[in-house]
């Protein structure tokens, strides 16, 4: 016997599209929203729907934002000689929170996945190329991972006849972490890299 | 400096008022609805907003439900003698999953927890001694927690002299367990409650 009502279950479906909210999860949030103020839930829906009016991406760094050009792009006390590229704009969120940049970024909206049928087309990659004059620095800054590691090394080639200086990331034992429980990889990766104590 | 936009922030921010959505988490969903077709946030939109039209409880069980009363309360198949006494309407669709229960529900709508100021008041307790006529059992189906068994011996005790057979879910090993991985308490009660092989 059917129990749940329909638009109970519309809920959930939609709920769980999300990546990362699994079908208990959604289920869980469905029913959360009859013990909310109908109010509450009245804006949960129209912030949604005004996301799509709203939101758009910046057509020069490729950031979430409500005006083209966003905020960052136009901020002319920003560097413009320094580029720190990243996967998303969730990364920019967290480089701006160290207060230790200054120049301006640039969003792929990925990293290179050729099992994921993501190559360089997919991302956005052909506007970087557009943003170079005047760039004396990119600052590569993807996820540590197989495909982030992947990605910058695409990018480094593609830019190393450019007459621009590319950097990275530095790595190593992340702060307040524990030698004995940091994996060997990253441990491995400080001990190359030391630099003397100054 | 500011760098996400004010409207992604409202919907963060209304994502997190979820029980287990933590910020991190309401944020990645925020960012993904730009990446969705504007059909489908318009879409999860206006079922939300649809929810606070459609969706209600019922007043005799007080399951979630579209239609008052609820399809379960108006089911004449259904054994009106026994009742299920629940947590809430997500308990009603496991159980309902087994298709070992025929009889009526009622749902609590929470568990006794003086900590969180939940009382007998706050629960739908008033209503299931209305619902009593006719009925000759009640199994208390609580979740297996401190809260869960406290509310089970105030059930038990409200309806001891009712004259009507008060049952509980048994207590044992799950099935599928591990006996070596199983906590002491789950395998002790186990061990009480043995019973002949038949």
């Keep these: 016997m059917k129990i749940l009502p329909d638009s109970l279950e519309r809920i959930t479906e939609q709920f769980s599209r999300f990546p990362g909210i699994g079908k208990k999860t959604a289920q869980r949030m469905a029913f959360q929203l009859i013990e909310w103020d109908p109010e509450d839930v009245q804006r949960l829906g129209e912030v949604i729907i005004q996301s799509t009016e709203k939101l758009r991406k910046c057509s020069i760094c490729n950031l979430i934002t409500e ?100 950097t990275r990331l530095a790595r190593g034992i992340p702060s307040g972490g524990d030698l004995e429980y940091i994996d060997g990889v990253t441990l491995g990766r400080a001990l190359d890299d030391r630099h003397e104590l100054t």
């Excluded at 136009?74 to 940049?101: G, H, P």
């Design 67 to 166: 005006a083209d050009p966003c905020p960052v792009c136009l901020d002319t006390r920003r560097d413009e000689s320094i580029l720190c590229v990243v996967e998303d704009s969730k990364d920019v969120v967290a480089i701006e929170e160290t207060s230790r940049f200054s120049g301006k970024y640039h969003i792929l909206g990925g990293v290179l996945s050729p099992l994921e049928g993501i190559g360089p087309d997919q991302l956005n990659i052909r506007n970087l190329l557009g943003r170079l004059e005047n760039v004396t620095e990119i600052v590569i800054a993807m996820n540590p991972s197989v495909e982030g590691e992947t990605t910058s090394l695409y990018l480094a080639r593609l830019l190393q006849d450019k007459d621009i200086k590319v």
